[in-house]
C-alpha cells in the first residue's frame, strides 16, 4: 500500500511480492524469535507515522501512536523511533510552505509518542514503569561501570541523572543492558571462512548481499539507477527520508554491534522499507500504460 501511495499500483504489487517471496522472511517467519514481527510491525508503525504527517487529525494521530507503541512491543530495535518521529516532525513542519494549513501540530506530535509510551508499559502491565535509574542494578559496562560485568552496578548512581524517573518497565531496560551485556561479552562468529571471537561492521551487508534472490538485488540496483537519474521515479524529499532512514538506521545500528556477528534476523527489520523503495521500477509499468 505504502509504495502503491509512492509510486503507482504496479510498485505495490513489486513490493508485495518481494515481501511475500523473501526466502529470509519465510525461513525467518517460522520460528519464534521476534524479528519478523518487528520487521511487520516498524514498517506499519512508519507507514501510520507518515499518512499522519500528511494529513494531520486526532484520527491519524493516535493511529500512529497505537502503531509506534505496538512496534515498540516487538523489540527493542525500535526505541529509536522516539528520537525519529519529532526528527521527521520537525522537517516537516519546517519545510512546508507557508501557505499550507494542515502542517502537523506539536500537541498531536506529543500525543503520538505518549499513547505510543503508554502501550509500551501496558504491555508490561505497568510492572516498575517510572523506576528512578539510581534503583538500577546494570550488568553491562555501559550502564553499569567498568566493573559491572563482575559486580552489577549503576553509573548514574552519583548523577543528578539517577533522580530521574524512567518511563519504562524495568523489564524494558534490563532487556536492553543484558543486550549490551552480551556484546559486550563477545561470542564466536563464523564469516567467510574465518572463525573468530568478535564480529565485523561489515557482517549484515555481506550476509544481505549473499542471501537475497539476485532478483531482488538487481531490482534494487535498478530503483537506485532509477531514483537518481530519473526525476519521474522519485518521491519528494521528505517522503524519500521517511522510507530510507528506518532502514539504514536499522543497518548501522546491527553493524555498529560487533561483540559478535550473527544471525541474518537481526537486520530483517530494514527489509519492508528497501522492497518499498525497490518497487519503484514498477512505475515503468505505469508510463506503459498511459
Not at 521527521?88 to 500537541?107: E, I, N
Not at 531496560?173 to 562468529?189: A, N, P, T
Not at 563464523?190 to 538485488?217: F, I, M, N, S
Not at 545500528?253 to 561483540?259: F, I
Request: glycine fraction near 8%.
Amino acid at each position: 500500500r505504502w509504495a502503491r501511495e509512492l509510486f503507482g499500483v504496479s510498485s505495490g504489487l513489486i513490493a508485495r511480492a518481494l515481501w511475500c517471496f523473501c526466502p529470509n522472511v519465510l525461513a525467518w517467519g517460522s520460528t519464534i524469535t521476534p524479528d519478523l514481527g518487528a520487521a511487520s510491525f516498524g514498517i506499519a508503525a512508519a507507514y501510520a507515522f507518515w499518512n499522519w504527517l500528511r494529513a494531520p487529525s486526532w484520527t491519524s494521530a493516535a493511529i500512529a501512536g497505537a502503531a509506534t507503541g505496538l512496534a515498540e512491543l516487538t523489540k527493542s530495535t525500535w526505541i529509536m523511533l522516539f528520537a525519529l518521529w519529532p526528527v521527521y516532525w520537525a522537517v516537516w513542519r519546517f519545510t512546508l510552505s507557508r501557505s499550507c494549513s494542515a502542517k502537523p501540530s506539536c500537541r498531536q506530535l506529543a500525543f503520538v509518542l505518549l499513547l505510543a509510551l503508554y502501550l509500551m508499559n501496558l504491555g508490561y502491565g505497568f510492572e516498575r514503569s517510572f523506576q528512578r535509574l539510581v534503583q538500577f542494578e546494570f550488568i553491562s559496562r555501559t550502564l553499569g561501570g567498568p566493573n559491572a560485568h563482575e559486580v552489577p552496578g549503576n553509573r548514574f548512581r552519583e548523577s543528578w541523572l539517577g533522580e530521574i524517573p524512567v518511563p519504562l518497565p524495568a523489564d524494558y531496560v534490563h532487556g536492553i543492558d543484558v543486550q549490551k551485556y552480551d556484546f559486550e561479552k563477545g561470542k564466536w562468529s563464523y564469516l567467510r571462512g574465518e572463525h573468530r571471537h568478535g564480529g565485523w561492521h561489515h557482517y549484515y551487508l555481506y550476509a544481505l548481499a549473499v542471501k537475497t534472490p539476485l532478483g531482488t538485488l538487481a531490482l534494487f540496483l535498478m530503483a537506485v539507477f532509477l531514483m537518481v537519474g530519473n526525476s519521474n521515479y522519485r518521491a519528494s524529499l521528505r517522503d524519500e527520508a521517511v522510507l530510507l532512514v528506518p532502514a539504514l538506521a536499522v543497518l548501522l545500528l546491527v553493524s555498529s554491534q560487533t561483540g559478535f556477528s550473527r544471525y541474518l534476523r537481526y537486520a530483517l527489520p530494514a527489509l519492508p522499507f528497501l522492497f518499498i523503495f525497490a518497487g519503484r521500477v514498477g512505475r515503468a509499468f505505469e508510463f506503459n500504460m498511459h
